[in-house]
């Protein structure tokens, strides 16, 4: 039996008067991925977004390593080891690739104190720059210099700044090419080989199907079905049956 | 050539002041959405915490730093009771609440001080003339451009070279992402407070050399200042507020000298026309530019 990661329980969230989850549960264990697929609005950043801290559930409860997290603010998670890497990548354009890798490791000097945080932060700033040497070219350009995809390669080197046990991917390879799309996957697939726990948001992808130990499909706010990915791999008729349109034109 | 140059001086004089104030104010907007019209309460407290100090016998330059300090302990005080509780609430609540701050600081300024003008002594540098061949520099305009030059300069030091700076920036950009990555958002508030407050208690300084007496309603005139300045360079934009209260000084300035002696009364009209002008032809200031507080 392993160790319990996230467990998230009848969840309710939205905007102002717009209710986005429809009590959602989403379970995950240490070293495990499950990617969350679903249509455009299904409320897949939504939950991200809860899990994250940043949109309070309204009902529910969500825990992490066995504590309950479900009133803690986003800015407290991170230090207990969630950290996503939200849809649209949101890199700080106004500071250097630099900049940005280390305010990813804001949550450090708190949890282990000011001279083991800065030797931390030195060695995870030479591990992004190993992983992607060409952010490691240029570390004082602004971060609204990069292309697309070297934006998601920071912003991913960015959220691993703090050793996440828990790394939360939303679309990361919306806008890019699909040879982009392919090498974030490598990098990706190179994180689960070393052991990452992941949640990977995707709209209708084959793709995470093939590294993910669970999938489950949202639609309008509820979880409309769960199961290995293998599985539903195997299965493409009742993938495309709760992805309805969106899968047929994926498959055009 | 001369004249010329006496009125380059007063304007960027003039101008400095008018900088420093809309730089402090538009720091706050670009992190809270907060539009403090109770900002030049802060330049009277400062100035009444320099007259208490100098009357009690303190160096002059020993008051100056404790008033500063005081009046960033004071911003922060407000920022931390009156406004942190309403940051994400809609502009106009912090605005309003900015108003009934105001009130209450006016208020204990009255009580503390009484309403009868009171005057600093301030030393000799401050109030000598320097003559330069037919120039004839004011020592005081000369000391409020370098103050100027060297707030300004520890300005973006801070915020484009530190980390406490460049949190600062990251939420003024993205406050959610900000959050994400662990920062609170009352250390980053509380910067810019403290921030916003220490140029508010340095101008205080500068403007009542200038301008002498104080009463607990000397505020209006540096709040006003600061908030066309502002509008003239785009709200939240530190560029544009830096440029807004230099174009202002020499708005002012330049209409001193060209305008015939009766119609000086109506500048703060001429003044506020020339805003509604700027602002229909440029309705996001001068500096046209989005928010940015470095
Ligand atoms: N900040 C917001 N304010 C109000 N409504 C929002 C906000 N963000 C999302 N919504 C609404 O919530 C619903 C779910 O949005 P969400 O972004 O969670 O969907 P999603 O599954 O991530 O979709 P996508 O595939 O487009 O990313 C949508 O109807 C959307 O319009
Ligand atoms: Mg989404």
Same mark, same amino acid.
């Given at each position: ?9 009848a969840?309710?969230a939205?905007?102002g008067d ?20 679903g ?5 897949k950043?939504?939950?991200?977004m ?5 949109v309070p559930s ?9 504590e309950?997290?479900t ?9 207990l ?6 849809e ?7 500071l ?6 280390k305010i990813?490791a804001?949550?450090?000097k ?9 030797k931390?932060?030195?060695e995870?700033?030479?591990?992004a ?11 004082n350009d602004?971060g ?11 912003a991913i ?30 990098i990706l697939k190179?994180?689960r080989?070393?052991?990452q726990?992941?949640v990977?948001?995707e ?8 590294f ?9 706010g509820r979880?409309?079905?769960?199961a290995e990915?293998?599985e539903?791999a ?7 049956a709760?992805f309805?349109i ?7 | 050539?001369?004249? @010329? ?6 304007? /960027?004089?003039v %101008?400095?002041?008018?900088? *420093?104030?809309?730089? +402090?104010? #538009? &720091? ?8 403090n ?10 100035a009444?915490g @320099?007259l ?5 016998g /303190?160096?002059? %330059?020993?008051?100056?730093i *404790?008033?500063?300090v +005081?009046v #960033? &302990?004071?911003?922060?005080?407000i ?7 309403f ?14 701050v105001?009130?209450i600081?006016q208020?204990a300024a009255?009580v ?12 000799p ?5 320097l003559?330069i061949?037919?120039?004839?520099v004011?020592?005081?305009e ?8 060297v707030?300004v300069?520890?300005?973006?030091v ?5 980390p ?5 920036r ?9 959050r994400?990555?662990g ?10 407070f ?5 140029i ?7 403007w009542f ?8 309603r ?16 785009g709200?939240g934009?530190t560029r ?26 109506y500048e ?16 996001s ?10």
């Amino acid at each position: 039996m392993t160790e319990e990661l996230l467990n998230v329980e009848a969840i309710e969230a939205g905007y102002g008067d717009t209710r986005v989850l429809h009590g959602v549960d989403l379970h995950l264990s240490e070293g495990e991925a499950i990617a969350v697929l679903g249509a455009n609005g299904a409320g897949k950043s939504t939950l991200m977004m809860t899990i994250a801290g940043i949109v309070p559930s309204r009902a529910g409860r969500v825990s992490y390593g066995g504590e309950e997290i479900t009133a803690t603010p986003a800015e407290e998670r991170v230090g207990l080891g969630i950290a996503l890497v939200p849809e649209g990548r949101q890199i700080f354009g106004s500071l250097t690739i630099e900049e940005n890798l280390k305010i990813g490791a804001a949550c450090l000097k708190h949890r282990i104190g000011a001279t083991a945080a800065r030797k931390q932060v030195d060695e995870g700033i030479e591990r992004a720059f190993t992983r992607f040497p060409v952010l490691g070219k240029r570390p004082n350009d602004s971060g609204s210099a990069l292309s697309g995809g070297q934006q998601q390669m920071l912003a991913i080197s960015r959220a691993l700044m703090s050793s996440p046990k828990l790394l939360l991917m939303d679309e990361p390879c919306m806008g890019l090419s699909p040879k982009l799309g392919n090498e974030v996957y490598d990098i990706l697939k190179a994180l689960r080989s070393e052991g990452q726990s992941m949640v990977i948001v995707e709209e209708s992808s084959r793709r995470a199907l093939d590294f993910v130990d669970r999938a489950c499909v949202l639609k309008v706010g509820r979880k409309v079905l769960e199961a290995e990915a293998a599985e539903l791999a195997d299965d493409e008729n009742l993938l495309s049956a709760y992805f309805g349109i969106d899968q047929a034109v994926e498959q055009q | 050539m001369t004249a @010329l140059l006496q009125h380059i001086i007063d304007a /960027l004089s003039v %101008g400095s002041t008018y900088a *420093l104030l809309a730089l +402090g104010l #538009t &720091l706050a907007f670009s992190i809270m959405n907060l539009i403090n019209f109770g900002y030049g309460i802060l330049l009277v407290w400062g100035a009444y915490g @320099l007259l208490g100090l100098t009357e009690a016998g /303190l160096p002059f %330059g020993v008051a100056v730093i *404790l008033s500063v300090v +005081g009046v #960033t &302990l004071l911003t922060m005080i407000i920022g931390r009771v009156a406004f942190r509780p309403f940051i994400g609430a809609p502009p106009i609540t912090l605005l309003i609440t900015s108003f009934a701050v105001l009130q209450i600081v006016q208020y204990a300024a009255i009580v503390a001080w009484g309403e009868k003008p009171r005057i600093i002594n301030y030393p000799p540098a401050f109030t000598d003339v320097l003559h330069i061949g037919a120039l004839r520099v004011p020592l005081l305009e000369i000391i409020t451009i370098g103050t100027a030059a060297v707030v300004v300069l520890v300005y973006f030091v801070i915020l484009n070279r530190t980390p406490l700076g460049s949190k600062v920036r990251a939420a003024a950009e993205l406050p959610d992402m900000t959050r994400l990555v662990g920062i609170r958002p009352g250390t980053v508030q509380m910067t810019v407070f403290a921030i916003s407050g220490a140029i508010a208690g340095v101008v205080g300084v500068l403007w009542f050399a200038k301008s002498g007496a104080i009463t607990p309603r000397s505020d209006l005139e540096p709040t006003l200042k600061a908030f066309i300045a502002i509008v003239l360079g785009g709200l939240g934009n530190t560029r544009g507020a830096l440029l807004g209260g230099f174009a202002l000084g020499a708005l002012e300035v330049l209409m001193s000298v060209t305008l015939p002696e009766s119609v000086l009364g109506y500048e703060p009209a001429i003044v506020f026309a020339i805003v509604i002008a700027i602002l229909i032809l440029r309705p996001s200031g001068i500096a046209g530019a989005k928010v940015n507080p470095a």
